[in-house]
């Protein structure tokens, strides 16, 4: 029954080491999101999809990229981590907003940087 | 500017008393808004929304929550808490955009045996 999947569930890297994180929907939506969210923080927007085009937020680091091969499956690939890249990362999907429509969100994948 | 504030960062109750979380916004027209809850370590379920039409809305877990236009609020609700309601809770609200939301900075509920 699961409708945004997220694996893995938690992620532990190496500091400069590449991870990539991925995310899977099954509500063929076209809007698909990635958020990082740091303790007892409100989510935060990196970038969301809109089909396949590709929308990144003005304060989103270079170091986090994003790929979106197809409409169910989304992945984020931070090239570098940091100490500071540690938190959770929530994939979300949803429909035109302004229209009514919800964001559905994953349970996130717990990144861990040595 | 658009904005969607929680002013309690921490609230407490006890269990089987009634809840009221407090979300204001700040927009030029109505918005649409959400109330999510969040348990520790987990993703973020919606509880529910506000569109348009009737002004106070019933969602999941025995909650709701009433638009009030006139003091731009959109308070979340219940009657009786449960131990497992304990969590922290988000209002997220947008205007024009297909695509963004702005959060609030949330409320962590605490429940006292």
């Known amino acids: 029954d699961a409708m945004v999947i997220q694996n893995p569930r938690y992620q532990v890297t190496q500091f400069g080491k590449p991870v990539t994180l991925s995310c899977s929907q099954t509500l063929n939506h076209n809007v698909m999101y990635w958020y990082q969210q740091k303790s007892s923080q409100a989510p935060k927007l990196l970038f969301h999809y809109y089909d396949k085009d590709f929308n990144n937020e003005a304060d989103t680091p270079d170091n986090f990229q994003s790929r979106r091969p197809n409409t169910s499956f989304c992945f984020l690939d931070i090239r570098s981590p940091g100490l500071g890249d540690a938190a959770m990362y929530l994939c979300?999907?949803?429909?035109?907003?302004?229209?009514?429509?919800?964001?559905?969100f994953g349970p996130g994948t717990r990144l861990l940087v040595l | 500017a658009q904005s969607v504030t929680q002013p309690d960062i921490h609230i407490t109750v006890s269990e089987g008393a009634s809840l009221e979380l407090r979300c204001n916004y700040s927009y030029g027209a109505t918005p649409y808004l959400f109330w999510y809850v969040q348990s520790p370590g987990q993703g973020l379920q919606l509880l529910l929304k506000y569109f348009s039409g009737d002004t106070l809305v019933q969602g999941i877990k025995g909650f709701e929550a009433e638009f009030k236009r006139s003091q731009s609020s959109f308070n979340l609700r219940k009657p009786s808490v449960h131990w497992s309601d304990a969590a922290e809770y988000f209002c997220?609200?947008?205007?024009?955009?297909?695509?963004?939301?702005?959060w609030g900075a949330g409320t962590k509920l605490i429940i006292k045996p």
């Open positions: 979300a999907t949803s429909g035109r907003l302004a229209v009514g429509e919800t964001q559905y």
């Open positions: 997220a609200g947008g205007m024009d955009s297909n695509y963004q939301l702005i």
